[in-house]
């Protein structure tokens, strides 16, 4: 079955800076990758998703690109904020399959 | 759109006894829904997807006589935890399958269980 590797497992950057977070998958008929924030004690929310049949998506200020040949994706967050602080997951879907695969998640901290 | 609400936030239970948790679409109807358990600092472990008016699809190593889902109508799935004991506690999340888009999901707010 599919598996999703996510680094790094924690993450410290300065207010302002960019962050980046990487996952990598194993099925390659995985085509669709979401991204979820979730703070402590609440819901993980949907932050962006992409789908197999582009390479990058771009939302203000979070982006992600998919690379399909090497079966990675990333999460950018460029001028970080405080309230960017949180655990942040990616997952992956099956085409055809109806249950997302998630990574470890990593903490990312802003400090200001 | 695409609210879903998770009742009750936070229960606290005696060992032995069971504990029903609800999941709501609040504004759309979802086919599909799904329970997820978490551990602290850990992520996201699916233990069943749950479609509506069909028996639940439960992962491996998921005791389905433990973990009972209904999956009833298309804004209602239930999740009873049968003769809980202190290694149930956790926080239990649904998700449900928003419709809109293959495989996307929309979360509820989760479900504290404590066992004593």
């Known amino acids: 079955g599919e598996n999703v590797e996510q680094h790094p497992s924690t993450l410290s950057v300065q207010e302002g800076d960019s962050a980046v977070i990487k996952c990598t998958y194993s099925d390659s008929a995985s085509n669709y990758f979401p991204w979820y924030k979730q703070e402590l004690g609440k819901r993980p929310q949907l932050i962006i998703d992409?789908?197999?049949?582009?390479g990058e998506k771009k939302d203000q200020r979070i982006a992600v690109t998919l690379n399909k040949t090497a079966k990675h994706f990333s999460l950018h967050i460029t001028e970080t904020q405080p309230e960017d602080s949180a655990v942040y997951f990616c997952a992956a879907a099956i085409q055809g399959a109806q249950k997302l695969v998630f990574g470890q998640g990593t903490r990312l901290t802003i400090n200001p | 759109g695409a609210v879903v609400s998770q009742h009750p936030s936070r229960v606290i239970c005696k060992s032995g006894t069971s504990v029903k948790i609800e999941c709501r679409s609040l504004d759309f109807q979802a086919t599909t829904m799904f329970w997820y358990r978490q551990f602290p600092k850990k992520s996201l472990m699916l233990m069943a997807t749950s479609n509506e008016g069909s028996k639940a699809t439960y992962e491996q190593g998921v005791e389905k006589d433990k973990f009972l889902i209904n999956h009833a109508s298309l804004t209602l799935s239930t999740l009873t935890v049968t003769s809980a004991h202190p290694e149930d506690s956790s926080f239990y999340i649904c998700?449900?399958?928003?419709?809109?888009?293959?495989?996307?999901?929309?979360f509820g707010p989760g479900t504290r269980l404590t066992v004593l």
């Open positions: 998700s449900a399958g928003s419709g809109r888009a293959p495989n996307e999901q929309f």
């Open positions: 992409i789908r197999s049949n582009v």
